[in-house]
């Protein structure tokens, strides 16, 4: 096989495309929504994140994030997840807020007495409603297919955003924090 010639020009357009999207909607993301985010965050004894898709696959880098600031934090549908109990916060993301495995999560959660983080781009959904603290992301939803809002397929604004959103939290969460890189790393991996 030959080898695939790739154009300087047309990636750095679509790196364009993406980057000035991404700019423009994490501008637009709520200072005070995130302040209360990451309160939540901190507050919470132990920390679930559930996600369907790319929304669920940010949402695991998060979660190893949480467990290097050494935040007690579990991935809901694994093996050696525990039963989520009232005081827990349930952290999870759609920007649709009509995934119907999340909003399952968050009503079982809500159910058990925990408190449910939604980031989404619905805040009216029915997954809002569940909210006990909300993260709107204003970004296009995997159905919407007009490109008003976005230029890139299925969501992926959203699903980018959602994840540097959340590393922004833990940025914060971090430097607040006084801990060193070398405290963190003590946390990583080495099992890999």
């Avoid at 695939?4 to 990636?11: Q, R």
């Avoid at 994140?49 to 600031?69: F, I, N, T």
């Avoid at 699903?159 to 946390?187: H, I, K, N, V």
């Amino acid at each position: 096989m030959g080898e695939i010639e790739v154009s300087t020009n047309a990636f750095a357009g679509s790196s364009a495309v993406i980057l000035s999207e991404l700019e423009r909607t994490l501008a637009r993301v709520s200072e005070e929504q995130m302040e209360a985010a990451i309160g939540a965050l901190l507050d919470a004894p132990r920390i679930f994140v559930y996600g369907a898709g790319r929304s669920g696959l940010a949402l695991k880098m998060v979660a190893m994030r949480l467990m290097h600031l050494g935040l007690a934090v579990h991935v809901a549908g694994e093996t050696s997840t525990p039963a989520i109990a009232g005081g827990d916060l349930l952290v999870v993301a759609s920007g649709s807020g009509t995934t119907r495995g999340v909003l399952a999560a968050a009503e079982v959660a809500r159910g058990a007495g925990a408190d449910v983080l939604v980031v989404t781009a619905a805040p009216a959904s029915r997954l809002g409603e569940l909210a006990t603290c909300l993260v709107e992301i204003p970004a296009a939803t995997k159905q919407d297919h007009a490109g008003r809002v976005s230029h890139q397929y299925a969501g992926a604004l959203f699903e980018q955003a959602l994840l540097l959103t959340m590393d922004s939290a833990f940025q914060q969460m971090w430097q607040r924090s006084g801990a060193t890189a070398e405290q963190l790393y003590t946390r990583h991996a080495n099992l890999e």
